[in-house]
């Protein structure tokens, strides 16, 4: 668990002890304790006395405008709203040493700072009267011993003091509010409210103390803290624990013990099916992928239909077979693909006939309106980007194409047809059509790319 305190002095290596000005994000911690009077108090140094903050990222904080080498006592104040909310909107958990709100004027861009401005409420509620009242007493009693803080508040009952007290007669309490201790008169000193998706817990102020008896109570505090927002460790039992003898419980442990064999097995069967399942799924994409999954769809169709993948995944596709090798470029669009894959494929095979005197072939696969459905679709590829393939002999053809080879692969397809249908991709010259790739149709054309 991340802690977080705010003008309360915890010391204990589980807690980060800052000021309002001084802390990172609160949004980056599991709990936060916030000791509201520390904010009007960091605020009337900086006004009064123009003493010397330093913001969390090194930058020193002026009560004036953010530059690049100062930041804004206004805007760091103001942040703390947005990043406590965003604790509570993810579960998190808010202790505030309860006192009554106040203002503090003075801050540039911020004449309504207050203690209580960082702080979201329920709806219809305020941390100001009539909910939240002014007041001074020293006597706590529990009124919810069920509470995760209860036996912090009964352990150091005289280490707190209460300087506020909720009303409970109001709507918002009766709607949202708790109470976990009070005090004289039985005015509700500590509460619980439910904020957002996280909790706020208002508990008395801490009297000020250091030594040995404050590193206890700050351990204290860390360790009810962890029980409340859901991060206490679950207690072992003693070495000594498993020689206490219970009739049964051996035949239960071997029969747990089989089961969770049992479970491990069909979890490994389970996990086998499913990478099958997504590999053959995704195998769809090649009729409706981003350019991304389109990508990976050729790569595994090709693998499908007999081909070696000689190139690393994430790098432009190669493949090899008994005809040879070829260079593989792809493209997926919302529109008509355009010349683009021709010219990467154009680039990549004159540079290995360059650097290896390699004369290769070459294959498009294009997926072009991919948001439509494949018997709504016009001509997925432009006319330049056809014309191109075929003046070069490359090989161009559609997913939706590809997408019948591979059918035809999985279904009924013998390794002679398989061969054919590699054979027909590596030979033809321009657009192949579904019947032709399929063998539906003569017209196989020797192919190599023209320079």
Not at 86 to 110: D, E, M, S, Y
Request: some cysteine.
């Amino acid at each position: 668990m991340r802690l977080l305190a705010i003008g309360c002095a915890l010391p204990n290596p589980e807690v980060d002890n800052y000021t309002v000005f001084s802390a990172p994000s609160y949004c980056d911690y599991d709990a936060v304790v916030v000791d509201p009077e520390s904010i009007t108090a960091a605020a009337r140094r900086l006004v009064e006395e123009n003493a010397e903050f330093m913001a969390h990222d090194g930058r020193i904080v002026v009560n004036g405008a953010t530059t690049a080498s100062a930041v804004s006592a206004a805007e760091q104040a103001r942040r703390r709203f947005e990043e406590t909310e965003r604790l509570l909107a993810n579960g998190g958990t808010v202790i505030v040493l309860g006192r009554p709100n106040a203002v503090q004027p003075g801050i540039v861009g911020f004449e309504g700072l207050d203690r209580y401005s960082w702080l979201p409420a329920p709806p219809g509620a305020a941390w100001g009267p009539p909910l939240l009242r002014p007041g001074e007493g020293q006597t706590v009693r529990i009124a919810d011993e069920a509470h995760p803080l209860a036996g912090l508040l009964r352990e150091y009952r005289n280490e707190f003091v209460w300087r506020a007290w909720f009303d409970e007669r109001q709507a918002a309490f009766r709607e949202h509010g708790r109470v976990i201790a009070r005090g004289g008169s039985d005015v509700p000193i500590a509460c619980e409210f439910r904020v957002l998706a996280g909790r706020v817990a208002f508990i008395p102020a801490l009297k000020e103390s250091s030594g040995p008896q404050r590193m206890k109570l700050a351990q204290s505090v860390v360790d009810a803290v962890r029980v409340y927002a859901g991060h206490a460790p679950e207690l072992q039992p003693p070495y000594w624990a498993r020689s206490l003898a219970l009739p049964g419980l051996e035949q239960i442990e071997a029969e747990l013990e089989a089961a969770e064999a049992a479970l491990r097995r069909a979890s490994a069967a389970l996990e086998a099916i499913r990478d099958r399942h997504r590999d053959l799924v995704a195998l769809r994409q090649l009729v409706w992928g981003d350019a991304r999954l389109f990508a990976d769809a050729v790569r595994r169709a090709l693998e499908v239909l007999g081909f070696a993948v000689t190139s690393p995944p994430g790098e432009p596709l190669e493949i090899h077979d008994d005809e040879g090798t070829a260079l593989v470029e792809t493209e997926s669009a919302a529109q008509e693909v355009v010349e683009w894959p021709y010219i990467r494929l154009q680039r990549r095979l004159e540079q290995r006939l360059l650097e290896r005197g390699e004369r290769l072939k070459g294959i498009v696969a294009v997926n072009g309106f991919r948001s439509d459905a494949p018997e709504q679709r016009k001509q997925q590829f432009t006319d330049p980007l056809r014309i191109a393939c075929e003046n070069y002999r490359y090989t161009l053809l559609t997913g939706t194409t590809l997408f019948a080879m591979v059918q035809r692969a999985l279904g009924s397809a013998g390794e002679a047809e398989l061969a054919a249908m590699r054979r027909r991709l590596f030979r033809w010259a321009g657009v192949l059509p579904p019947d032709a790739a399929l063998g539906a149709s003569a017209g196989e054309e020797p192919a190599g790319p023209l320079f």
